[in-house]
């Protein structure tokens, strides 16, 4: 069962202040009963030497001297009259055998006042209350020595009712001041309650996964100090899981890259197996029939020509694949420079005029000078490929379109090579740049495709902080197939452009 800090500082407060109260209380009542028992005990030892002086002083007065007992049977009755008329207290005389001479009032006999008056006879003093009434019995001394004892009935009733009185106020002021006290005390430790219950609320806050945006209290003491405390607890909690979950985050995406970098891995291991394979069956199956068949003439022109044709392929194959693996594993220093992209695109037309002549194809410029900050033999690749595949995959008497424009809103310059052939499925279009992928294997074989070209060609086109996308078509031409470079403008040519605006 869970008792809150409150109901416990209420709880400890009253019992503290009740037992305040009570022992202050009885401290006090003690020395007034201490207090009162001693103005008695003076009093009536002060009347009981005057009644001893006032006994002497009769036995000396008289005429014949007598024996004590004598004298206090024949004097006893008119002594004690006397005694209580000077002292104003009801007083009995006895003698030393305990019978009493003289009394000033009708004293009843008993065990205790016998017990009472055997003390006194043995030159002791005793007394006890008897109601509102204490009885006291004192030695009664004579000229020769203890004659007797006198019995004193003093009235305490004014005493019982100021201690009466005393313990009343004591009691109505002890509940006055147990309630005030209760309810200031209450209110001071409240507020320390109520701080304790919102420091526990925050932690609690805290532990449920959410964070405090500030301190639970402003106090300028240690629950203040403890609040600023429990607030930058939670700011370390909440950066510290944050954190954690960042590179959970990179751990996960880590993770996720390493998956599709294997399955990556297994596909490109499969595609080259099975790349390397087909023309690699070709030549073994024409070396077969060659050693079956070596007189056959047509045979051996037919069988050099096309293992002539797929060694270079497979020649191809292994160069493209080596030169996209030292990509992909080493990060090769470019030799930057400022590179004028039309002139290296005539240039990279010129060399490439000739392949499409062969093929009966119609090459078509329109540039505009850039100017780009690239590595210029890297770019010489990307064109040379770039133009080769709009070659290979083109239709006769086709068409290759290679536009170049400047756009200096964006700083980039825009190129556009466009073949006329076949246009690209669109289920194709984000595979066609991935290694080994060809749209048509049949046609990739007569061509002598392998598929890497735009690997490659993705490959050196990032490296130089460009990017490559493949449209739809041609806006002027309509169908076929439009690759289109972009790359950023360099300082130079930006400044140029302004200096002529």
């Known amino acids: 069962m869970r008792v809150s800090i409150k109901l416990k500082f209420s709880v400890f407060l009253a019992a503290l202040l009740i037992l305040t109260v009570v022992v202050l209380s009885s401290l006090v009542l003690r020395g007034i009963e201490r207090n009162q028992q001693s103005q008695i005990e003076g009093i009536l030892s002060q009347q ?3 009644v001893n002086l006032n006994v002497r002083q009769s036995y000396y ?3 014949v001297h007598l024996d004590q007992d004598v004298f206090l049977q024949r004097n006893g009755r008119r002594l004690a009259q006397e005694l209580a008329n000077s002292t104003g207290l009801p007083i009995a005389l006895y003698n030393m055998t305990g019978q009493q001479v003289g009394a000033s009032f009708a004293s009843g006999e008993s065990e205790l006042v016998q017990e009472t008056l055997d003390y006194a006879l043995q030159n002791k003093i005793a007394y006890h209350e008897q109601g509102e009434t204490l009885l006291y019995a004192a030695p009664l001394d004579g000229p020769d020595g203890q004659m007797g004892a006198v019995w004193i009935q003093y009235p305490v009733q004014s005493y019982h009712e100021f201690y009466t009185r005393i313990l009343q106020l004591f009691l109505w002021a002890g509940i006055t001041v147990v309630v005030l006290s209760f309810i200031l005390g209450y209110l001071f430790y409240n507020r320390f309650a109520v701080a304790i219950t919102r420091l526990k609320k925050s932690a609690d806050f805290i532990r449920e996964g959410n964070y405090i945006t500030e301190s639970p209290l402003k106090r300028k ?7 600023q405390g429990i607030y930058y607890m939670s700011t370390s909690i909440q950066q510290n899981i944050t954190a954690m979950h960042a590179e959970q985050q990179k751990l996960q995406l880590a993770i996720e890259k390493l998956q599709a970098l294997e399955k990556q891995q297994k596909q490109y291991i499969g595609n080259i197996s099975h790349e390397f394979k087909t023309p690699l069956t070709s030549i073994k199956a024409y070396v077969e029939l060659l050693d079956m068949y070596k007189d056959d003439p047509k045979l051996l022109d037919d069988a050099t020509s096309n293992i002539g044709k797929e060694t270079e392929r497979l020649y191809e194959m292994v160069e493209k694949v080596l030169h996209l693996s030292a990509l992909e594993k080493y990060d090769f220093e470019n030799q930057a420079e400022d590179v004028e992209v039309s002139a290296l695109l005539e240039d990279a037309c010129g060399r490439m005029r000739g392949k499409a002549e062969k093929f009966a194809l119609n090459m078509e410029l329109d540039l505009e000078p850039a100017v780009i900050r690239s590595d210029r033999e890297s770019l010489m690749h990307i064109f040379i490929n770039m133009l080769d595949n709009a070659i290979k995959y083109n239709i006769p008497d086709g068409v290759i379109r290679v536009k170049s424009e400047l756009r200096m809103q964006e700083r980039q310059a825009i190129i556009r090579i466009y073949n006329s052939g076949t246009p690209i499925p669109a289920e194709a279009r984000e595979k066609i740049f991935e ?3 060809t749209v048509n294997k049949d ?3 007569k061509t002598g495709g392998t598929g890497l070209g735009l690997s490659l060609v993705k490959q050196f086109v990032e490296k130089q902080g ?13 169908e076929g197939v439009t690759f289109q470079l972009m790359f950023p403008l360099a300082d130079s040519s930006l400044q140029v452009r302004n200096k002529s605006e």
């Open 221 to 227: 003491d240690e629950l203040g100090e403890l609040g």
């Open 466 to 478: 460009g990017t490559i996308t493949l449209l739809s078509g041609d806006p002027e031409a309509g």
């Open 435 to 437: 290694p080994f992928y």
């Open 61 to 63: 007065t008289e005429s």
């Open 443 to 445: 046609r990739a074989r």
């Open 48 to 50: 009981t030497r005057l």
